[in-house]
T-cell receptor
Framework: DTGVSQDPRHKITKRGQNVTFRCDPI?????LYWYRQTLGQGPEFLTY????????KSRLLSDRFSAERPKGSFSTLEIQRTEQGDSAMYLC????????????????FGEGSRLTVL | EDQVTQSPEALRLQEGESSSLNCSYT??????LFWYRQDPGKGPEFLFT???AGEEKEKERLKATLTKKESFLHITAPKPEDSATYLC??????????FGGGTRVLVKP
């Protein structure tokens, strides 16, 4: 399968711990996005990478959140000192130059990483 | 601030019973209105992009339309496999999509 892959699919952690999620985009896609989705709500934009450059970041993203895409391929999203309000599904999506919001509008989403903070 | 609101929150339909979902948006300088479908436990799957008022797109039993303030997703003669959450999203500048809360559609046989 050559879709977007996310790992782990489910993470349970205690408040105050750090967690890291990994996203492997579709191989030829140079653009990568992170979204967060809570139960019953639509996805909320977190950040956007073009190759290794982080070009957009939500103002809602606290300093406890950091994302990287060191070689322009996979990306990691780290949450430090987790809080119960961080419990959500973290979705990764990718696009090529010809798809994505600025072109056809198509984002290819992974199945998400569900975080539960106790 | 960009805002997207979907209604109703949930919709129960009998198989074959056509209906419409609403997406109203407040976006400064709309550059695209998108519809996605999301199945439980999965990521959203792209359906349509609309760019200007009056535009329509169709795919099987789904048709999306756009006005200056809202978009509609019409489901004609739905089947149980059309059961899903339907999300709309708007784009202004940049690469950020602002999503609505979704409409959960259940089609009963």
């Amino acid at each position: 399968d050559t879709g977007v892959s996310q790992d782990p699919r489910h993470k349970i952690t205690k408040r105050g711990q750090n967690v890291t999620f990994r996203c492997d985009p579709i191989s030829e896609h140079n653009r990568l996005y992170w979204y967060r989705q809570t139960l019953g709500q639509g996805p909320e934009f977190l950040t956007y990478f073009q190759n290794e450059a982080q070009l957009e970041k939500s103002r809602l993203l606290s300093d406890r959140f950091s994302a990287e895409r060191p070689k322009g391929s996979f990306s990691t999203l780290e949450i430090q000192r987790t809080e119960q309000g961080d419990s959500a599904m973290y979705l990764c999506a990718s696009s090529s130059y010809f798809t994505g919001p600025a072109n056809t509008g198509e984002l290819f989403f992974g199945e998400g990483s569900r975080l539960t903070v106790l | 601030e960009d805002q997207v609101t979907q209604s109703p929150e949930a919709l129960r339909l009998q198989e074959g019973e056509s209906s419409s979902l609403n997406c109203s948006y407040t976006v400064s300088g709309l550059r695209g209105l998108f519809w996605y479908r999301q199945d439980p436990g999965k990521g959203p799957e792209f359906l349509f992009t609309l760019y200007s008022a009056g535009e329509e797109k169709e795919k099987e039993r789904l048709k999306a339309t756009l006005t200056k303030k809202e978009s509609f997703l019409h489901i004609t003669a739905p089947k149980p496999e059309d059961s899903a959450t339907y999300l709309c999203a708007a784009r202004a500048a940049g690469n950020k999509l602002t999503f609505g809360g979704g409409t959960r559609v259940l089609v009963k046989p």
